[in-house]
Structure formats: structure tokens, C-alpha cells
């Protein structure tokens, strides 16, 4: 029951926000009632919090990736078409990416989304550095941020104008321009 309740919150609040998805509504779409929802989420708040500790806590954001299949940039490259793919495909995240930028509305101290991909990025350029696919020097930490801030506005107007749907070739357009950018060594052999 828990999990079909943030099922069906999710499509509210990706659809709606979270001023306008209510217990109700999400009572009605989980097809159960608003005691069962309250039974098992204390405030509509607490729905929000879990939906986005969910979403940024478990793959892509995690970025929990098999240590043996890529490395370096062939791991960057891999992240952030996942991350796009999540955006577009997953309604769950959809739902915490919305409800993240609406933190001022909700009542409880979201986490704060990006920092695990951040991380993990910048642990990758490292990577890329050491196999010589990019040149030494750079601040792995600051690229990292730019990186995923890059994507975030891409993914952002692409919401905005055409509904997610071109996205993967906008993330394509993207990492065809990041991945020179940063130096790339041979960067057509990452996309």
C-alpha cells in the first residue's frame, strides 16, 4: 500500500506540484482512502520528503555503477544519459526534481539534490585524468559542478519547450560540446 500511495503521488506532483496535489487526490488515484494515506504518511510533507530522499538516493543519482564496466569519461557520458533518461522516463523522479525546485513550499528540509552526482563526477574525472583522456590540471570538483549544472539548464528547457521529449538529443548536443570543452581527448569515441 505504501508503495502504490508514492506511485500515485509521484504523478501528482509531477503533474500538479505540491500545492496542487492534496491527500485526496492522491487517496483517489492510489485507490484507497485518505485515512489509509494518512495512516501511512503522517502530512503531505512527509509524502514530498520521501519521494525525493527515494529518487536521489538510488541510481541514476546515486550513481551506483558496475566498478568493472566503464571508467572515466565512458562513466560521465553513461551518467548523464542516465540521469537524462530518468528525467524523461521516470515519473518518481520527475515528481522529486519538481518538488525540489518547489522547496519553499514544503514544510520539511528536503536533501539536497545533485551532490552524490557531483561527487561521483568529479571521482570520475579523476579517473579520466589518470587514463589521459583529458589533460592534468583541471579542478575535478569545479567541472564535476559545471557538468551537472550544464545538464540541469539543457534538461530544464527542454521541459520547458517540449516536454522532455527531445532531451536525449539535446544531452547529445550537450556532451558534444562539454566533452571538447574539457579537453577531451578523441571525445567522438565517447559519444
Known sequence: MRDRILAAA??????????????????EKAATGKGQVQYHFAAKADIALE??????SRPPFANV???????????????????????????????AVRLVREYHLIPVALPTPYLGWVARIGMLLREAEAA??????????LEAWH??????GVQEVSNR????????????????????????????RFL
Open 10 to 27: 509521484a504523478i501528482d506532483f509531477a503533474d500538479r506540484g505540491y500545492a496542487g496535489t492534496s491527500i485526496g487526490l492522491i487517496a
Open 51 to 56: 519521494l525525493v530522499r527515494a529518487s536521489f
Open 65 to 95: 555503477l558496475d566498478a568493472q564496466a566503464v571508467h572515466g569519461m565512458e562513466a560521465i557520458v553513461a551518467s548523464i544519459r542516465g540521469v537524462a533518461g530518468a528525467f524523461r522516463d521516470d515519473v518518481r523522479v520527475r515528481a
Open 132 to 141: 589521459g583522456e583529458i589533460p592534468t590540471g583541471l579542478d575535478h570538483d
Open 147 to 152: 557538468l551537472v549544472a550544464y545538464f540541469s
Open 161 to 188: 519547450l517540449a516536454d522532455r521529449e527531445d532531451l536525449p538529443e539535446r544531452i547529445e548536443e550537450m556532451l558534444a560540446r562539454a566533452l571538447p570543452a574539457l579537453g577531451v581527448v578523441y571525445p567522438k
